[in-house]
């Protein structure tokens, strides 16, 4: 009788987990690229050409200063050979040592002031295009859920991303379930009439170009007589 008992509670047991299993929706996978779409995004290509025109303003300054740290190195060069030079008196000369000393001064600072510019202006520019980033990635991934949703996707995988082993997250996928080209559809319906020239995207790990003024390095004094 117990055994019978027993067998019944296993069966009613099997029999509930079955039904909850049959309860569950069935797996819906569908894949995105979502650099491709990024890349794609109409915005991306109006913010690139944007920060290429920062870049390139930014460049012109530095060029700038760079030119005038270069007049003062001459300056100097050119008060340093008075200083020694026999020509002229030893109270010329020592009013010339002490003028190129004030004009290494000026170098020195000028130089700084190079290397400040540099750095905050490199800085600025990548802040501008991380807080871009994530700014159109929250919207990317907002349009991807609601088509995900709309074709009744139970998950929706990024490919566009290598894993830790350095190999794609997504080795195969139908394309039939891949909905890349429909997201990048969506986000640029509303794109504008003028539509603006493509340009690669801006590379934030590149330093910024390096200028420096040639022939000056630590502080140093002419010789005197």
Do not use: C, W
Not at 72 to 79: A, R
Not at 120 to 149: G, H, M, P, W, Y
């Amino acid at each position: 009788m117990n055994k019978l008992i027993r067998t019944l509670l296993t069966l009613v047991a099997f029999g509930a987990g079955s039904t909850a299993l049959l309860a569950q929706p069935a797996l819906k996978l569908i894949t995105v690229d979502i650099g491709k779409v990024f890349d794609g995004h109409y915005k991306s290509e109006e913010n690139n050409i944007k920060f290429r025109d920062a870049e390139q303003k930014a460049r012109e300054q530095a060029e700038e200063l760079r030119k005038q740290g270069q007049t003062m190195v001459d300056e100097y060069k050119e008060l340093a050979e008075q200083a020694k030079s026999t020509l002229l008196n030893a109270e010329a000369r020592t009013k010339a040592e002490q003028a190129a000393q004030k004009k290494m001064e000026e170098i020195q600072r000028k130089q700084a002031d190079l290397q400040g510019f540099l750095q905050n202006t490199q800085n600025s520019l990548r802040q501008r295009i991380d807080n871009f980033r994530e700014i159109l990635l929250e919207e990317i991934t907002k349009t991807v859920n609601e088509i995900a949703k709309r074709k009744g996707a139970t998950l929706v995988v990024d490919k566009s991303g290598p894993s830790a082993f350095r190999i794609p997250v997504v080795l195969y996928a139908d394309p039939a379930y891949d909905i890349t080209e429909e997201v990048i559809a969506e986000v640029n319906k509303d794109r504008p009439a003028a539509k603006p020239a493509a340009a690669a995207p801006p590379a934030p790990s590149t330093p910024a170009p390096a200028f420096s003024v040639p022939n000056v390095g630590a502080k140093t004094e002419p010789k005197k007589p």
